[in-house]
């Protein structure tokens, strides 16, 4: 199973500013994803983060808000930007390799946002 | 559009089983998932059932789908403490390209 690092593990940010979460993966990955799971909540999938091109967002979820890199096959970045207290969340970077059926995730990111 | 719920809480006593139940409305569900999430971490897959299957056991834990009624369950037997947990199904239905995850059950141990 793919081992995957999140960074950083929590942050506590001013309203207004933006917040760079990185994921970096111990192999090469086929699909990554980027996930939100808001206070007492379940999780919902932000966007799929493809190589090489830009990523494909879900319903609800806009490129100038989360902008995402993915400059290769083990590794990507989730942009919050001009936060609010609704941001605050946690934010989980997901994994597939190959044609593996399970998805992998880190251990998520914990935003407060004051 | 597609949903998946579970019951919020559960409590059971030390040794006794588990069961936590969960619903899904897309019938092209192909793979259901049982996922654990303990405090701060992130979260770890335990199981996974194919739609063509009615059953899966793996130590101690056991899944039972019911593809009729949409019904997925797990249950674990001999509940310890160390398994005080939020647990969440999840279904996807092409090549777990997207998943959907259920609210989440939060499942609290008694010594």
């Known amino acids: 199973s793919a081992v995957i690092s999140q960074k950083p593990s929590r942050d506590i940010c001013q309203r207004g500013t933006s917040l760079t979460i990185q994921c970096q993966v111990d192999?090469?990955?086929?699909?990554m994803f980027w996930y939100r799971q808001q206070p007492g909540q379940s999780l919902t999938l932000i966007a799929t983060a493809n190589q090489g091109s830009e990523a494909t967002y879900e319903s609800g979820f806009v490129i100038d808000k989360f902008p995402i890199s993915r400059p290769n096959l083990t590794f990507s970045t989730l942009t919050v930007s001009n936060m609010s207290p609704e941001d605050s969340s946690i934010y989980l970077c997901?994994?597939?390799?190959?044609?593996?059926?399970?998805?992998?995730f880190g251990q998520g990111t914990r935003l407060t946002v004051v | 559009g597609e949903d998946v719920e579970q019951s919020l809480f559960l409590s059971v006593r030390e040794g006794d089983s588990s069961v936590i139940n969960c619903t899904y409305t897309?019938?092209?569900?192909?793979?259901l998932y049982w996922y654990k999430q303990e405090p701060g971490a992130g979260l770890q897959l335990l199981t996974y059932?194919?739609?063509?299957?009615d059953m899966k056991q793996d130590q101690r834990l056991t899944v039972l789908l019911n593809k009729k009624d949409k019904h997925l369950s797990l249950r674990i037997a001999d509940t310890q403490t160390g398994d005080s947990a939020i647990y969440f199904c999840?279904?996807?239905?092409?090549?777990?390209?997207?998943?959907?995850f259920g609210t989440g059950t939060r499942l609290k141990v008694l010594a």
């Open positions: 059932i194919f739609s063509n299957m």
């Open positions: 192999s090469q990955v086929t699909m």
């Open positions: 999840a279904e996807s239905s092409s090549w777990g390209y997207k998943y959907i």
């Open positions: 997901s994994v597939k390799e190959g044609g593996n059926t399970e998805a992998f």
């Open positions: 897309d019938s092209s569900s192909t793979y």
